[in-house]
């Protein structure tokens, strides 16, 4: 069974806006990767580590390049 794991540095961002982008991915993965992972019948642990654009993107842009690198790996490229 694949498991979902992030790091949200600090780089200067108050605690709030750290939880905002660790809810953010938390329901990335929990709603979108893990169900592709379990589709494809892949068990990986997924470690994801936020770097500082991730505090000034949207919801839309974390969801779109994360599923693309899901895609990517449950492809085999």
């Known amino acids: ?41 892949l068990a990986l642990d997924v470690l994801v580590r936020a770097r500082r654009e991730a505090y000034s993107v949207g919801f839309r842009t974390l969801r779109t390049e994360l599923l693309a690198v899901t895609e990517d790996m449950c492809s085999g490229k």
């Open 1 to 41: 069974q694949s498991r979902w794991g992030t790091i949200v540095p600090k780089h200067r961002h108050s605690i709030v806006e750290r939880n905002r982008v660790k809810r953010r991915l938390r329901e990335i993965g929990r709603t979108r990767l893990l169900p592709l992972l379990r589709e494809s019948g």
